[in-house]
């Protein structure tokens, strides 16, 4: 017999006989699965970077390349249509985030200004975005090649403890609202606030139950672990975690510690891993604490002198530079949410445009692929990556739109205004 022709059919065998997963790359099955699922994140912050950036004058803003955005004090935006298309970005969940420690009116106020110039956005750009009011529009426009919108609000100061404020932020298409931001609010307590409630108070139950009804998501990141205990034991739908990592990875109180996990499993509810270094990597997050001593210190020694404490600062900023958090370390997160409650209960929420820099691959929204790759090298399906893409949070999305319906007729959760 000929001996190349042996071997050539030795080899035709051997590649018949391998898993058609081995044939495969990496980067093949998450271009595949990005291709058939395209990304629904849960948290990008652009609202606010217009706010930042611009003043909210966006006539002439060019959203379609954002590359040229930085200046002195700011690094350029991690978001623009072209870099959406490369990151497989399908869906978003555009985050109206304002300052936690603005007082109640402003913060309603504000929030309305960061809707409008959202809307505003989306309606420059039609061909490219648009802003779905349910799941059925927002997969009608990702069919259609569209990067389909929805409006969450960062925290429940942009509610004014009202739960009317909260039923027109409703109207005017917002379908997430996260409990809490930096501070506490007067009903719930914040992961990074001293604690004054233990969790919720009544009238914070009631914002939960009337979310509920209406259809909107309650957003947990950000909230303690005695809020999420809580609004996990009132929350009849899905609750979901818009941007946290898990705390058996980095112990931050921002992100979800294992004592939650099962109550979001059994809640039919989702976890978004973030982006920001700080929340994924405990090196990182200890350079920041560092800093912060250091800072505290370097104000004290120069009081009154603030030159000098700038400049003392720039000192140990180059002398201590930050540790970069690398691709893995977002899939560690991940790989442990698979773990403990499996992957029906993960989605990914970037942060992209909240944060001053990003893991190293992935430094803003073109970077998804390089996940997903990352993700089936360690062995992960196609089809489970197309449930960490968006097939997650459009099941948690339809969960929570079905319980609405199923409420259909029952009276609004009125409260007495305030005197």
Known sequence: MNKAFLLAGLAALALVSTPAAAQTSPEAVAEAALK???????HNDVPWALR??????????????????????????????????????????????????????????QTIEQIDVMRR??????????????????????KAGKVAGMLGIEGGHSIGSSL???REMYGMGVRYMTLTHGKNVPWADSATDAPQHDGLTDFGRQVVQEMNRI???????????ATMQDALAVSKAPVMFSHSGVRAVND??????????????ANGGIVMVVFLPGFLDPAVRDHGIERAAEKARVDARHMGNPEAA???????DTANLAPRTQIAKVAEHIDHLKRTIGVDHIGLGGDYDGMDSAPVGMDDVAGYPALFAELARRGYSQAELEKIASGNMLRVLKAVEAYAASQKGQPPVETPVAK
């Open 52 to 109: 930042a950036r611009v003043d909210n004058v966006i006539n002439d803003f060019d959203f379609v390349d954002t590359t040229d955005t930085a200046s002195e004090d700011r690094i350029a935006m991690h978001t623009d249509l072209t870099r959406l298309r490369r990151g497989h970005v399908g869906a978003q969940f555009w985050s109206v985030y304002v300052p936690s420690n603005s007082n109640e009116p402003q913060a309603v106020q």
């Open 215 to 225: 259809g909107m998501i309650v957003d947990l990141s950000h909230v303690s672990e």
């Open 121 to 142: 956005l989306v309606a420059r750009y039609p061909a490219q975005l648009m802003l779905a009011g349910n799941s059925a529009e927002l997969e009608k426009a990702m």
């Open 310 to 316: 700038k400049a003392a600062m720039k000192a140990w």
């Open 36 to 42: 058939k699922a395209p990304v629904f994140d849960g």
């Open 252 to 265: 931050h109180p921002r992100n979800v510690p294992d004592s939650v996990l099962p109550a979001v499993k």
């Open 164 to 166: 009317a404020v909260l």
